[in-house]
């Protein structure tokens, strides 16, 4: 009788076991498609921007590569963040820094990006005879430049937090949880600093985007502007805006996921991360492919002849 209720027992736990196990695969294969599919569109986006000369030698697509390389390289590595964390892979301290620190630098990319971006648009429309002249193809690699080393001063300052922390007094550098940004966030200076610097950065892009819009919008009023240029440009600023503030929400994840788990089970905590993944960051990265793709004139034919596989260069 004691072996037979063994055994049942057993039995149960295995097929919970069992079931758990594959409630995890399904899970994680249905947030994990989204975001494979949406790297497949920007990996077809940045090979049409690369594809003719007008994207290459044109300041606005110009930018909107540097946007869709840091935002697909962004999506690569949480990709690669999210199935460590299924796969309840444990790393190292310093690889997991490595990973965390690559994600950071271009998560900061695309606010700033899109800052640039905006402000091209409102030189575009308000003052459109002196465009050619102040936005060149020189100036934009230039900002583009200026964008990469604010981000990368950023990464370097917080890599200088993080060797102020004593790693000696730790019996491994074998991390004991799952590799997130949360994990590798020792000490109260980082978290102080990482508050600090999102609030400046987006206080900063919001303002500058905001002006931008109302500048555009008082220039469309005025009898000597272009309406249909105005009227997309408005609409390009207001669109710019709404990224930007998907953007806030990927630098919040964190600090919601921790809010949640004081109240919330860990199983509870690992589905509800799974789905601000899906939504607060794959999503928002995609919206660009989306926005340009379908919007733009000049590269909706040529992506779209891509999309249908058709690898010969566009006639």
Same mark, same amino acid.
């Given at each position: 009788?004691?072996?037979?209720?063994?055994?049942?027992?057993?039995?149960?736990?295995?097929?919970? @076991? #069992?079931?758990?196990?594959?409630?995890?695969? !399904?899970? +994680?294969? %249905? /947030?994990?498609?989204?975001?494979? =599919?949406? $790297?497949?569109?920007?990996?077809?986006?940045?090979?049409?921007?690369?594809?003719?000369?007008?994207?290459?030698?044109?300041?606005?697509?110009?930018?909107?590569?540097?946007?869709?390389?840091?935002?697909?390289?962004?999506?690569?590595?949480?990709?690669?963040?999210?199935?460590?964390?299924?796969?309840?892979?444990?790393? @190292? #301290?310093?690889?997991?820094?490595?990973?965390? !620190?690559? +994600?950071? %630098? /271009?998560?900061?990319?695309?606010? =700033?990006? $899109?800052?640039?971006?905006?402000?091209?648009?409102?030189?575009?429309?308000?003052?459109?005879?002196?465009?050619?002249?102040?936005?060149?193809?020189?100036?934009?690699?230039?900002?583009?430049?200026?964008?990469?080393?604010?981000?990368?001063?950023?990464?370097?300052?917080?890599?200088?937090?993080?060797?102020?922390?004593?790693?000696?007094?730790?019996?491994?550098?074998?991390?004991?949880?799952?590799?997130?940004?949360?994990?590798?966030?020792?000490?109260?200076?980082?978290?102080?600093?990482?508050?600090?610097?999102?609030?400046?950065?987006?206080?900063?892009?919001?303002?500058?985007?905001?002006?931008?819009?109302?500048?555009?919008?008082?220039?469309?009023?005025?009898?000597?502007?272009?309406?249909?240029?105005?009227?997309?440009?408005?609409?390009?600023?207001?669109?710019?805006?709404?990224?930007?503030?998907?953007?806030?929400?990927?630098?919040?994840?964190?600090?919601?996921?921790?809010?949640?788990?004081?109240?919330?089970?860990?199983?509870?905590?690992?589905?509800?991360?799974?789905?601000?993944?899906?939504?607060?960051?794959?999503?928002?990265?995609?919206?660009?492919?989306?926005?340009?793709?379908?919007?733009?004139?000049?590269?909706?034919?040529?992506?779209?002849?891509?999309?249908?596989?058709?690898?010969?260069?566009?006639?």
């Amino acid at each position: 009788m004691l072996n037979a209720n063994l055994s049942q027992t057993l039995n149960v736990s295995t097929e919970q @076991t #069992y079931a758990g196990l594959l409630g995890r695969i !399904l899970f +994680t294969t %249905l /947030t994990g498609m989204p975001c494979c =599919l949406f $790297l497949l569109i920007n990996g077809i986006m940045l090979f049409t921007l690369r594809s003719k000369a007008v994207f290459r030698e044109t300041s606005r697509y110009i930018l909107l590569y540097n946007l869709l390389f840091a935002d697909t390289f962004m999506l690569a590595v949480s990709q690669l963040l999210y199935i460590m964390a299924a796969c309840r892979l444990i790393t @190292t #301290y310093p690889v997991c820094g490595v990973v965390t !620190l690559l +994600t950071i %630098l /271009t998560n900061e990319i695309s606010p =700033l990006t $899109l800052v640039v971006m905006c402000l091209e648009r409102y030189v575009a429309v308000c003052y459109p005879l002196r465009h050619a002249t102040i936005i060149t193809v020189r100036n934009t690699a230039g900002a583009i430049v200026v964008v990469w080393a604010f981000s990368s001063l950023n990464v370097l300052i917080r890599v200088l937090l993080l060797l102020d922390f004593p790693f000696e007094d730790l019996g491994s550098l074998q991390m004991t949880e799952i590799c997130s940004l949360i994990a590798v966030s020792i000490g109260p200076m980082s978290d102080i600093y990482d508050k600090a610097y999102t609030g400046f950065v987006f206080v900063s892009a919001g303002v500058t985007v905001t002006c931008s819009y109302i500048g555009v919008m008082v220039a469309a009023t005025s009898a000597s502007t272009d309406k249909a240029s105005a009227r997309k440009g408005r609409n390009t600023l207001l669109l710019h805006l709404v990224q930007l503030g998907l953007s806030l929400l990927s630098t919040m994840h964190s600090s919601m996921i921790v809010s949640l788990s004081t109240t919330l089970p860990t199983s509870q905590i690992i589905r509800i991360r799974s789905i601000f993944y899906v939504f607060i960051y794959v999503l928002p990265r995609c919206l660009s492919s989306l926005i340009y793709g379908l919007r733009d004139q000049t590269i909706r034919p040529v992506l779209m002849y891509y999309l249908c596989c058709r690898l010969p260069k566009f006639q």
